[in-house]
């Protein structure tokens, strides 16, 4: 039974072409694991904390990404972006909970997990948000909570990937509010986890991160499949 996914997007894998799964073993095996750093300097940092010098009242707590934004997985990320295959993510979903597991990466107490949306307009015309689809499957995984719609993207803004430092967050500037329907926060006492597909600059989740904390959540940690 060949389906209509399997017609448009064969299933060999991204890196060497090699038929059967869209990242295949030999190649995920190359890609490059993500250290543990702060997410304010970009140096090492146990499991990911914030350094105690680096913190800031609204700024993350915490950050874990799981490889660098190359070679099979970045191919899935934009496999996925650009060519819409759900099956992609959940290949992806899986691949990252195995790393999660080997690494023994530790996540906040009691956190629910929620992704940064897209803008109405291009969710639609996507089909789907990928940050939302690898996030259900991996906060099911990891045995997390799960909100989809937390966070509500209230402009449509350029592709942060064709903008510079201080124009990425003059891009995302003012751009999230908490979705009317959560207000006020009930899960205020919570630990939130704000997840993404690749962390660039770290300008978009950090700007979710400032809404989250304005509106009272004590804790707000970063969790990305890549960094580049």
């Known amino acids: ?58 700024g993350l707590d915490g950050t874990i990404s799981v490889w660098f934004y190359r070679g099979v997985v970045r191919r899935a990320i934009l496999a996925l972006k650009y060519k819409f295959a759900k099956e992609v993510a959940k290949e992806l979903a899986h691949l990252a909970h195995s790393q999660i597991r080997k690494k023994n990466l530790v996540f906040p ?11 109405w307009f291009r969710g639609n015309w996507r089909g789907f948000n990928q940050s939302q689809e690898i996030g259900k499957t991996l906060a099911g995984r990891i045995g997390l909570g799960f909100i989809p719609d937390l966070l509500i993207r209230k402009k449509f803004t350029k592709p942060q990937i064709e903008l510079k430092g201080q124009q990425r967050r003059q891009n995302i500037k003012g751009v999230f509010a908490v979705n009317p329907k959560y207000q006020p926060l009930t899960i205020s006492h919570q630990s939130l986890i704000l997840f993404d597909d690749v962390w660039t600059t770290g300008a978009t989740i950090k700007e979710a991160a400032k809404v989250l904390k304005r509106n009272g959540v004590k804790n707000v940690w970063a969790f990305t499949l890549t960094r580049s």
Do not use: M, Q, W
């Open 109 to 119: 107490i009691n956190p629910i997990l929620t992704p940064i949306p897209l803008y």
């Open 1 to 58: 039974h060949v389906s209509f996914s399997d017609l448009l997007f064969p299933k060999k894998c991204l890196g060497c072409g090699k038929y059967g799964s869209y990242i295949c073993d030999k190649c995920i095996s190359e890609a490059e694991v993500a250290p543990l750093v702060c997410p304010e300097c970009g140096r090492k940092s146990v499991d990911g904390l914030t350094h105690i010098k680096c913190s800031k009242p609204l």
